[in-house]
């Protein structure tokens, strides 16, 4: 059997993308897959969005004890609640726009010895300043590189969060998001291309609205 693979989305008040985010990770054409949204103890209609959907068997909706916040809901979501080998974090404002993502990302990663993580580039949505849209690929050409490499260049990419699917166990034994930061992300994927290799890929995941 493939790999599960957790599609978590973190998501606090924001039911006018939840649903886009949620369809866009249940139309992943991947096997073995489980979609969780990890509600912050939201009081919008964010419950009533995510129960359209509670018949789908890939599909898991949890609500918070308490708001945890940003940060330690990530935590949560990724050590308490999924339970893929792989995860790719979504929140709950972005959405997927390559339906053979997943599919994709992880027959390159059974190509390659010791990946912790594969990524690609994104759109960058701002709906203040006029609906601009802006591209971003990482790379020309997909590469697969060790980590430190990606490391000590990592400016040179910008790797985006939306995009990175990464190694759950590898990820929970460093602490993943243990830093209360706006820049978990960042910092943790920085930590964890340390422990092996990273795929950079030329393909477009996602829509990362500002």
Request: aromatic content about 12%; glycine content about 6%; some cysteine.
């Amino acid at each position: 059997m493939k790999p599960l693979v957790t599609i978590m989305i973190p998501t606090y008040n924001q039911e006018a993308y939840l649903e886009c985010a949620i369809k866009s990770a249940l139309a992943q054409d991947y096997d073995n897959l489980e979609v969780i949204v990890a509600d912050d103890c939201s009081t919008d209609e964010t419950r009533g969005i995510a129960q359209k959907y509670s018949a789908n068997t890939r599909f898991k909706y949890y609500r918070n004890s308490a708001n945890f916040g940003k940060t330690k809901n990530y935590r949560h979501c990724l050590h308490e609640l999924a339970g893929g080998e792989w995860v790719l974090n979504l929140d709950g404002d972005d959405y997927l726009t390559d339906n053979h993502y997943i599919s994709f990302a992880m027959k390159q990663i059974d190509l390659h010895d010791k990946v912790v993580l594969f990524t690609a580039g994104v759109i960058e949505a701002s709906e203040k300043k006029y609906n601009m849209h802006y591209t971003h690929r990482i790379v020309e050409k997909q590469i697969c590189m060790d980590g430190i490499n990606l490391f000590l260049n990592w400016h040179s990419y910008k790797i985006p969060h939306l995009t990175s699917l990464y190694h759950r166990q590898t990820a929970c034994s460093i602490g993943f998001y243990a830093s209360d930061i706006s820049s978990t992300d960042w910092e943790s994927l920085l930590r964890l291309v340390l422990h092996g290799k990273a795929i950079l890929s030329d393909r477009i995941g996602g829509v990362w609205r500002k």
